[in-house]
């Protein structure tokens, strides 16, 4: 079984390698090539180019990196029709793997799969008939999600979110990260700028300000910013 599996940023790099622990459980001969960051590179994936290039945000991101992204799809899309796998899988990314599935499917009969169901019953409803013109299959993340999904003509099953897999931090857990940080029983905040390089340069700033006034009203109160590897170097710069 060859699959080619397109991820862009750090929460599809974890539902990637998860997915590809998975699918080598019912499939022991699966190989996979594609995108991906770290943790999908430790599950054995050659990633065609760094997946930062392609972790984008915005119509003013989009804009300023057209040229670059466009090229990146079409070599990405040309990469998937020459490997001819059983299954293309993007997750999540629209902006860029629904754009690579188009052109796929205008080439070729590859099936597509697209992982974690945009939230078309929040806002742009019209997504969903616009992706069933080249996607087969959808993986939904919620469950009331595939519903919106199959009105639109594809395939949808849920598979549940990730994070009822993640462990639950038990009290003695709570204890031990407070000790290590020499924390206490001070206040804590939890700092949460994103995952993406783009938010890191745009957000961390308005966080440093609010850091900056709860610090001087509240002395005692202590932060954490727990970072993704790939915008690590750029939060401690920050």
Not at 10 to 16: I, Q, R
Not at 78 to 95: G, N, S
Request: net charge negative.
């Amino acid at each position: 079984m060859r699959v080619f599996v397109i991820a862009g940023e750090a929460s599809g790099d974890k539902l990637g390698a998860a997915m590809m622990m998975g699918l080598r459980k019912h499939a022991a001969d699966a190989q996979f090539e594609g995108i991906g960051g770290d943790r999908m590179i430790a599950e054995g994936l050659q990633s065609l180019f760094p997946m930062d290039e392609i972790s984008i945000m915005g119509i003013t991101e989009i804009l300023s990196q057209y040229r670059a992204l466009k090229a990146r799809i079409r070599q990405t899309a040309d990469a998937v029709i020459a490997a001819k796998p059983d299954v293309l899988i993007t997750i999540d990314l629209p902006e860029f793997s629904l754009r690579v599935a188009k052109l796929v499917k205008a080439q070729s009969d590859i099936r597509t799969v697209h992982y974690v169901a945009p939230t078309v019953w929040a806002w742009r409803p019209g997504r969903a008939k616009k992706m069933a013109a080249h996607i087969d299959q959808v993986l939904a993340l919620l469950p009331f999600e595939p519903p919106y999904m199959e009105a639109a003509g594809m395939r949808c099953d849920f598979v549940g979110h990730p994070v009822v897999t993640d462990p639950v931090a038990t009290p003695d857990d709570v204890a031990d990260f407070r000790d290590q940080y020499a924390i206490g029983e001070a206040p804590l905040a939890l700092i949460l700028p994103g995952s993406r390089r783009s938010e890191i340069n745009r957000l961390l700033p308005v966080f440093a300000e609010v850091v900056s006034r709860l610090r001087s009203e509240h002395p005692q109160m202590r932060f954490v910013l727990p970072a993704a590897q790939n915008v690590a170097p750029a939060v401690e710069e920050a």
